[in-house]
């Protein structure tokens, strides 16, 4: 595996593989890997001849006060996890290498990311598609996966590349869970036991509120009160958001009639968690 850390050698490469006819891979990360990052790779390797992640903890996607800091990093267990799965070449380039002095560009889609993680993370989204837009650029990829468990992330850079134009094929990968059902997360090494036994609210509301839907209830404020009492449970955990949404438009719905997002942000201890899902009328 190819370890490249500056923007020119990476697009010198890519340019040699396209002219190669080869179809080129990309799993944009930050790193500090779980079997989530590495089901995308898995994933994805099928559809190039070429795989290539990058690693990138992106300070322009955090707030002020928010884990930029503090985010988890293992550069050396990650590399070796990416070999184990047959990555070609890993992109790691520095903050100066990403933002150098003066940087002054920045993609936005607006509408879809006013809402949700956009409400409380006001800069989160411009700074996802700005580094995924020059990761896009640097790396030169035919197509790139991404994870559901960000579903609103999903759903923008797939609105960024149909806006812009970019000839990328964009994949989206069903979130992956521990067996207990916690959706894995690097911000999950946060959580103490007792705080990952709490966070397992995020998953059982999710299924309740299919339960619920199941028994009958069409009602978004109903299907939400009880999502709520299930988070809140024996406190201890702030609910950021927990919303019923169209999947498209991300506008809210009164009642369930056809698939809808719940979508839920949660602070567990200093963890932000985010999990959702896609409400199903039963047929
Ligand atoms: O989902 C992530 O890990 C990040 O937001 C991404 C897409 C790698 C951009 O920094």
Redesign the pocket.
């Known amino acids: 595996m190819r370890i490249i850390e500056s923007v020119s050698e990476m697009q010198q490469q890519a340019d040699l593989w396209r002219r190669e006819s080869r179809r080129i891979a990309l799993v ?3 790193g500090y890997f779980h079997e989530g990052h590495l089901a995308l790779m898995r994933a994805i390797r099928d559809h190039a001849d070429i795989l290539v992640i ?1 690693i ?1 903890v ?1 300070p322009a ?1 955090f707030g002020p006060g928010e884990d930029f800091e503090r985010y988890p990093r293992n550069l050396e267990r990650d590399l070796g996890l990416a070999r184990g799965v047959g990555v070609d070449a890993a992109f790691v380039p520095t903050t100066g290498e990403i933002y150098p002095e003066g940087y002054q560009t920045f993609v936005e889609v607006k509408g879809i990311t006013q809402t949700l993680c956009g409400k409380s993370r006001p800069n989160f989204f411009r ?2 598609t700005t ?2 837009s020059k990761l896009f650029n640097i790396v030169k990829p035919h197509v790139a996966i ?2 559901e468990k ?1 579903f609103q ?1 999903l759903m923008t ?1 797939r609105r960024m590349v149909g806006d812009l134009n970019m000839d990328i094929q964009i994949l989206g990968h069903p979130t992956v869970r521990e067996a207990d059902g916690l959706a894995m997360s690097s911000r999950n090494a946060y959580l103490t036991s007792d705080q990952r036994f709490k966070a397992l609210r995020l998953s059982r509301s999710l299924k309740e509120a299919q339960d619920l839907l199941d028994r009958g209830e069409r009602r978004s404020d109903a299907i939400l009160s009880r999502v709520r009492e299930v988070l809140a449970e024996d406190g201890d955990v702030r609910i950021d958001y927990a919303e019923l949404r169209d999947p498209h438009s991300f506008e809210e719905v009164p009642e369930v009639t056809g698939p809808t997002l719940l979508a839920l942000a949660v602070f567990v201890g200093v963890a932000r968690l985010i999990d959702n899902c896609i409400l199903h009328l039963s047929s």
């Open positions: 944009p990360t930050m990058s990138f992106n996607q700074g996802v580094v995924v991404f994870g960000d992330q850079i």
